[in-house]
């Protein structure tokens, strides 16, 4: 009985935090749609930008640094295209269900589909939390701060995120730090590239690099798409749309938001690319290069400063993923046990919630600290392991927002069912190939 009052307790805060940013909402409905707009702002831009973490920044990097501005950069563009589709059911399931992700597939598809869901997404989401650490380092390491000091600064900025006990609040820190993600387009800049060159490829899609899709080709093209589009970003987005209260008559504005993320992701992604080809344009090695390395090796030919920029980019695309990935985590497994998961619980309210959470984060902090830890071969890998698990996400996906129980009016049209199945297509002949090649290292596609 006690227990019960206890969970009419949490809920009631939650829906007061809700109710809250709702009423914001209408109130700004009178007043125009810029208003609204910047109210409901938030989960779009922060999943995009969120997904230019650190091992996503390093593998643009390595793209640029290895093959120049040709075959990828219309290619990148393409994944975003890609991670839009996615990531626009994610706010029609949200708006509509009112439920998280995990929450949904463990109401429609039963308990075993739902901890597979929430099982598979902690250890890719773990794994991942690691590399963001790894680009936390790299990018403190640039300008002399020790490991211990850059993994603690992590570790105390995701705390302070959360002291409000609001999701807004939250939103607005998050969204502050993400929008550091932007430094890489000025070290693009300063790096003079040809332009005509960068059009020209943007348009015309140049074939791919020698070498066709041999093993060392396609593990990077699969790491280019890893880095755009990976099942954490389902979880996190329809799990803060929830969080936030958003309704099907916020749709328009879920939609501009998720565009505007897209948008400026890639922008960033291409952006990293441009800045490093320049090492590509002077036959440099680009296996030489990892972590904030490439700040060093950029900072003969775009100068100090802009290359202290690129080093807090790495740095930054690290921590806003923290961030944001610890609270997919922690969403999943809240949908799925039940227990009280929202940001606009305190940690006494939903403490299961803030252990996964906190405990993710600190635990990924505190592996990157050991002694020989293999930091940067694991980077492009974790991107490459995201792509493998997001056919399966993309199936869970494709049925939920065609489900009438679920979404009712707002469920699929053909014409979007047709794009979702060529992304998911699309990934499943990419892990397709690189099955092929790993098993037969001298095949070239």
């Keep these: 009985m006690q227990d019960g009052r206890w969970a009419q307790a949490d809920d009631d805060m939650e829906r007061q935090g809700r109710r809250h940013d709702r009423l914001a909402v209408e109130r700004a409905r009178r007043r125009g749609s810029l208003r609204v707009f910047w109210l409901i702002l938030g989960p779009g831009l922060l999943v995009m930008l969120g997904e230019n973490d650190a091992p996503s920044m390093l593998s643009y990097s390595a793209t640029g640094a290895r093959f120049g501005v040709g075959f990828f950069l219309p290619f990148v563009l393409l994944t ?61 390491g640039f300008f002399g701060i020790p490991a211990g000091v850059a993994v603690a600064t992590g570790l105390g900025l995701n705390v302070v995120a959360i002291l409000w006990h609001r999701y807004w609040s939250w939103e607005r820190v998050a969204i502050a730090a993400a929008l550091v993600n932007l430094v890489f387009i000025p070290v693009a800049i300063a790096s003079h590239p040809d332009w005509g060159l960068v059009g020209q490829a943007v348009l015309t899609w140049t074939p791919m690099p020698a070498g066709g899709l041999d093993s060392a080709n396609l593990t990077l093209l699969l790491a280019d798409i890893g880095a755009t589009i990976t099942p ?48 590509f344009t002077h036959g440099m090695n680009a296996s030489q290069y990892g972590a904030a390395q490439f ?86 890998v974790v991107n490459v392991i995201a792509v493998l698990t997001m056919p399966p996400a993309i199936a869970f996906l494709l049925l939920l927002v065609n489900d009438q129980a679920v979404v009712g009016a707002h469920r699929n049209t053909p014409l979007l069912n047709g794009l979702g199945i060529f992304v998911g297509g699309l990934l499943t002949l990419a892990g397709i190939l690189y099955a092929l090649t790993a098993i037969l290292p001298t095949l070239h596609l």
């Design 80 to 140: 975003f295209a890609m991670a839009f589709v996615a990531q626009e059911i994610t706010v029609r399931l949200g708006s509509v269900s009112q439920a998280g992700h995990a929450e949904l597939i463990y109401r429609r598809f039963g308990r075993f589909w739902g901890r597979f869901a929430m099982g598979d997404l902690l250890v890719t989401n773990f794994l991942t939390l690691i590399t963001e650490f790894v680009g936390m380092v790299a990018g403190a």
């Design 232 to 279: 954490w970003m389902l979880f996190f987005q329809q799990g803060a749309v929830t969080d936030k209260g958003l309704t099907p008559r916020d749709l328009r504005h879920g939609r501009l938001d998720t565009a505007l993320g897209a948008a400026l992701a890639a922008a960033v992604g291409l952006a990293a690319i441009i800045a490093t080809s320049v090492l």
């Design 295 to 380: 700040a060093q090796a950029l900072r003969p030919f775009v100068g100090h400063a802009m290359a202290a920029l690129f080093a807090i980019g790495i740095g930054e695309a690290g921590l806003i993923a923290s961030l944001t990935i610890s609270s997919a985590s922690a969403y999943a497994v809240g949908e799925v046990t039940g227990q009280p998961h929202s940001l606009n619980l305190s940690v006494g309210r939903a403490p299961v919630f803030y252990v996964v959470l906190l405990g993710l984060v600190g635990l990924a902090g505190a592996i990157v600290l050991l002694p020989g830890f293999p930091l940067e071969s694991v980077v492009i």
